[in-house]
């Protein structure tokens, strides 16, 4: 019996478009242009992107995004029960091919696009498996940039940004409904970038509740402090040392095995960011901790 063919080569023969639209969806202060997208797919996404979405071709885009039907069947093997969600990453610099159960990505020839092939028919909403390649494209984007990306949920309080990271059910919605009515920059999906000498995080369009603002902040927000979150009886914050921080905020970078020709930046500005000053750890109850006893305890 022949094998299946790889990801990359069956991303190789994805070659129709999904559809005639094309939108711009902002990731910060980067402008991504998805072309190749199907009526009914761009206005589902201008429901779960709300007002990071935009028609029409942006000026300058870090990125194209051509979107191709795939046919159908998984690019990786069907999961199995309980099973967590699996994004695999092959080949070197320039051959790049990233693929999960409904989708594959890699770069087209010539520079600043990537091919995305999709599955058709999936048992996964559309939306949501092109949100996963969008933050695949994020988190690159990210180090390439001189900052990174984190599983983290983000909060613009008094004009700072504070974020929130840890792995699934560390506690993030938790936390960001516990200091409510902070303003979300994204619950679960985090960038963090240099800006004239000091870090900023923009909104993302990134949230579980897959409906974004149609007004979300605009513009880069300056990073007050990255919080690792840790469940305790009592609330706590610890300023670990510097080895000790950058490996613990090294745990929470998003999908750094799609992007390992760029581990080296991400070391590098992980280990400047942590020297700042600006890592902590929070140690909470489920309840979560109020802003004047987080804050005063961040001091």
């Known amino acids: 019996m022949a094998s299946p063919p790889t990801p ?9 478009p999904l559809g005639p639209v094309e939108r711009t969806l902002a990731i910060g202060p980067f402008p991504i242009r998805i072309v190749g997208l199907s009526t009914e797919l761009a206005s589902a996404l201008e429901l779960r992107w709300g007002g990071f979405l ?14 191709r039907a795939g046919g159908a069947g998984h690019w990786l093997a069907a999961p199995r029960p309980g099973e967590p969600y699996r ?8 051959q790049r091919i990233v693929a999960s159960y409904h989708f594959a990505l890699g770069p087209e020839s010539g520079e600043g696009t990537w091919r995305v092939g ?3 028919g999936a048992d996964e909403p559309a939306p949501r498996i092109l949100d996963n390649v969008l933050r695949v494209v994020a988190a690159r984007l990210a180090v ?40 979300s920059l994204g619950d679960d999906f985090a960038v963090v970038l240099p800006e004239r000498g000091a870090w900023s995080a923009p909104a993302l369009p990134f949230d579980n509740s897959e409906r974004a603002p149609a007004e979300p902040p605009r513009g880069l927000q300056p990073v007050a402090a990255v919080f690792r979150l840790f469940q305790a009886e009592a609330t706590r914050v610890e300023r670990p040392p510097a080895g000790r921080a950058a490996s613990s905020l090294l745990a929470c970078a998003a999908l750094p095995w799609t992007y390992p020709e760029l581990g080296g930046a991400l070391l590098e500005q992980v280990g400047r960011f942590v020297a700042g000053d600006a890592f902590r750890h929070l140690y909470f109850p489920r309840a979560g901790p109020l802003w004047s006893d987080l804050l005063q305890r961040s001091c």
């Open 87 to 94: 994004i695999e990453s092959t080949g070197g610099p320039g």
């Open 144 to 183: 390439a940039e001189g900052g990174f990306a984190l599983h983290a949920a983000g909060l613009l309080h008094e004009g700072r940004a504070y974020l929130f990271a840890g792995p699934s059910r560390a506690g993030k919605s938790t936390v960001a409904r516990a200091l409510a009515p902070a303003i």
């Open 8 to 16: 990359a080569t069956r991303l190789a023969q994805a070659l129709v």
């Open 54 to 67: 935009a028609p029409g071709p942006p000026a300058g885009p870090r990125l194209t995004l051509s979107l």
């Open 118 to 120: 999709l599955t058709e």
